[in-house]
């Protein structure tokens, strides 16, 4: 059974910094790309970034690039998101999803999100 | 950038068909996926590649897409299809993932 949990969420003020992680199991971690979409508080979905299988290709939205950062630690079947220079904006649930292949194809399955609040 | 254009709610009679659609410039030429997220929940993948569906979504969930529509059709509606509804695109200019704004499906 593929399971996705994020971590890693909380209360940052404005500017800060902090990392989200997503434990993967229940399949070959490092054969699949990975993403975070977001969600802003009665929002809709926002794709955040995403990485190929074996972390050599990263992808950014305009929204985010420059200040996040997405990688992988395939030994420990873990997904991060390194997120600095932190906004109000940046407010949302954050969900881990696992690609059913590259990074171009659509996400099916996903983790129950963790909660980033920026806020001072 | 890439824009998906969705109706912000649709409802329908429990028993009757949902179009829900999604509207990009020459979308029939990239491959639509449709997700749905119940309240409290996260998305859930129903519709891939324009019509093809993942283990254990029912036949009544169904796709198209040509020229600058893609649609997801959902026949027979239950009150347990209410949910938001989410169409997707990888725009391979920008090499971004594009999302549609939403579709709020009420059945009445």
């Known amino acids: 059974e593929v399971q996705l949990l994020e971590s890693g969420g909380g209360l940052v003020q404005p500017g800060g910094s902090l990392r989200l992680s997503c434990a993967a199991s229940?399949?070959?971690?490092?054969?699949?790309?990975m993403s975070w979409v977001r969600q802003a508080p009665g929002q809709g979905l926002e794709w955040v970034s995403a990485?190929?299988?074996?972390?050599?290709?990263?992808y950014y939205a305009d929204s985010v690039k420059g200040r996040f950062t997405i990688s992988r630690d395939n030994s420990k079947n873990t997904l991060y998101l390194q997120m600095n220079s932190l906004r109000a904006e940046d407010t949302a649930v954050y969900y881990c999803?696992?690609?059913?292949?590259?990074?171009?194809?659509?996400?099916?399955?996903w983790g129950q999100g963790t909660l980033v609040t920026v806020s001072s | 950038s890439y824009v998906l254009t969705q109706p912000p709610s649709v409802s329908v009679a429990p028993g009757q068909t949902a179009r829900i659609t999604c509207g990009g410039n020459n979308i029939g030429s990239k491959s639509v996926h449709w997700y749905q997220q119940k309240p409290g929940q996260a998305p859930a993948l129903v519709v891939y590649d324009d019509t093809d569906r993942p283990s254990g979504i029912p036949e009544r969930f169904s796709g198209s897409n040509s020229g600058n529509t893609a649609t997801l059709t959902i026949s027979r509606v239950e009150a347990g299809d209410e949910a938001d509804y989410y169409c997707?695109?990888?725009?391979?200019?920008?090499?971004?993932?594009?999302f549609g704004g939403g579709t709020k499906l009420t059945v009445l």
């Open positions: 999803a696992k690609v059913t292949g590259n990074p171009t194809r659509p996400s099916n399955y």
């Open positions: 997707q695109v990888w725009d391979s200019s920008s090499d971004h993932v594009v």
């Open positions: 229940g399949f070959t971690f490092s054969s699949y790309g």
């Open positions: 990485i190929s299988g074996g972390g050599g290709l990263t």
